[in-house]
């Protein structure tokens, strides 16, 4: 699907953010002409999640869509995506859900500003979710891979099987209905990650205000010994549970991503800072643009490991009136 040899600005979670996403284009060097934003020579990667939170989803969704029609970028599916099929799509008969995602209040509030700014463009948000077909849950460009949350080896070999270019259909979709199913772990690992029941039945009440039993967790440590260690995401763990020992099962649950496998880009983990590399081969792109934190790319050549100067962003304002 890409062309090793050309050069891409791999681009995280937009998340409705359309001005930022055309200031990131222009200082990449991309100019809109007939309408869609080009490069004489380069190609976008969005890494997922250009829907929900944001001011402008609809705007982005426009022009991520425009691009990827007239060859100018590729986009990978985000759990945002697949939440929004899910929500709209009946469930399997025998599965007990009335839909693939439950109409939850909580899955409501998630996708809430989506279906808001939708709200007087009904044919266009049914074009919209009939094009997150389109979006493949991962790529391969063979010295580079892009995928949402976690690149898993031992689900997109049998993924790959039943679909080479990545890109799922309905039927898919509506077995991920059934927990424990294999299209369900397939979009819960490669959209969201990996992860791990907080000890002792305690939850944690992120910053986003939802509670959860479990944290997010690095997969690619080489020898963690504690809590603490592979914990990955914004919200720090209490610390009697970061310094909590892992136990030997624990441990051998874990996924690694190896320091001798492709250069791999995932958006979705609301990173905080200066963009740079986690690994010589794995960066993570999303810094929180909805947040007021950044919108960032990499703009990749023909190098083989990651180059911390090659990262470029846009810091995203906070508007005068929410100051």
């Known amino acids: ?33 007939a309408g869609v934003w080009r490069h004489p020579s380069r190609m976008a990667v969005f890494l997922g999640d250009i829907i929900d939170r944001g001011p402008r989803i609809r705007e982005a969704l426009h022009i991520v869509h425009d691009m990827v029609e007239a060859g100018q970028a590729l986009c990978i599916m985000g759990n945002h995506e697949f939440n929004a099929l899910g929500w709209s799509t009946p469930a399997a008969a025998g599965s007990g859900k009335q839909f693939v995602r439950e109409h939850t209040p909580r899955h409501a509030r998630l996708l809430q500003e989506t279906l808001s700014q939708f709200e007087q463009h009904p044919a266009d948000w049914h074009d919209f979710l009939a094009w997150f077909y389109e979006l493949p849950l991962f790529v391969d460009a063979g010295r580079f891979r892009v995928v949402h949350a976690c690149w898993d080896g031992g689900l997109i070999a049998p993924l790959r099987a039943q679909y080479p270019d990545g890109r799922i259909d309905e039927a898919f979709l509506k077995a991920s209905a059934l927990s424990g199913s294999f299209a369900a772990t397939v979009f819960d690992r490669l959209l969201r990650g990996t992860d791990m029941r907080l000890p002792d039945g305690l939850t944690l009440t992120g910053g986003d205000g939802l509670t959860r ?91 083989t490991t990651l180059d911390p100067q090659k990262f470029v962003w846009v810091d995203v304002e906070r508007p005068e009136a929410l100051r």
């Open 213 to 303: 039993a479990f944290f997010r967790t690095k997969f690619w440590e080489d020898d963690p010994q504690t809590y603490g260690d592979i914990v990955f995401q914004p919200d720090a763990l209490p610390e009697q549970v970061a310094t909590k020992p892992l136990s030997p099962i624990e441990k051998n649950a874990l996924l690694r991503y190896g320091l001798e496998e492709p250069m791999l880009f995932v958006g979705h983990y609301w990173r905080s800072g200066k963009p740079a590399p986690i690994r010589p081969n794995l960066a993570c792109l999303d810094y929180s643009a909805v947040l007021y934190g950044k919108l960032a790319a990499y703009r990749l050549d023909q190098e």
């Open 1 to 33: 699907m890409l062309d090793p040899a050309r050069g891409y600005d791999l681009i995280g979670d937009v998340h409705g953010c359309a001005q930022t996403l055309e200031h990131l284009l222009d200082m990449l060097g991309y100019q809109k002409l």
